[in-house]
Nanobody, 120 residues
Framework: QVQLIESGGGLVQAGGSLRLSCAAS????????MRWFRQAPGKERDFVAG????????DYADSVKGRFTITRDNAKTTVYLQMNSLKPEDTAVYYC?????????????WGQGTQVTVSS
């Protein structure tokens, strides 16, 4: 069973920063690609960033490249999404995801989601 426990969302002003966390088991992070998606009201769930635990291969959506960074803590088996220079259009529910491949397709196992709100 894959469990993904998210934390770290909140309200921030434009230009600010937030860090999201996603805790999982070692078996999960070593077996799956770990990804972040987001979904704004009335919109589809979109890929944000992802990584392969071993080797550290990463991928980013163009809309967040240069502002967001996905990292990992091997000891804590936790994946982070560091979000800098936040914009109002980054407002969404952010979901941690584990899937068999590092793609941009929304499938696989999901966390409960955490709200990120960026005020202008």
């Amino acid at each position: 069973q894959v469990q993904l426990i998210e934390s770290g969302g909140g309200l921030v002003q434009a230009g600010g920063s937030l860090r999201l966390s996603c805790a999982a088991s070692r078996r999960t992070v070593s077996s799956y690609a770990m990804r972040w998606f987001r979904q704004a009201p009335g919109k589809e769930r979109d890929f944000v960033a992802g990584m392969i635990w071993s080797g550290g291969t990463t991928d980013y959506a163009d809309s967040v490249k240069g502002r967001f960074t996905i990292t990992r803590d091997n000891a804590k088996t936790t994946v982070y999404l560091q979000m800098n220079s936040l914009k109002p259009e980054d407002t969404a529910v952010y979901y941690c995801n584990a899937d068999s491949m590092l793609t941009r397709t929304p499938r696989g196992y999901w966390g409960q989601g955490t709200q990120v709100t960026v005020s202008s």
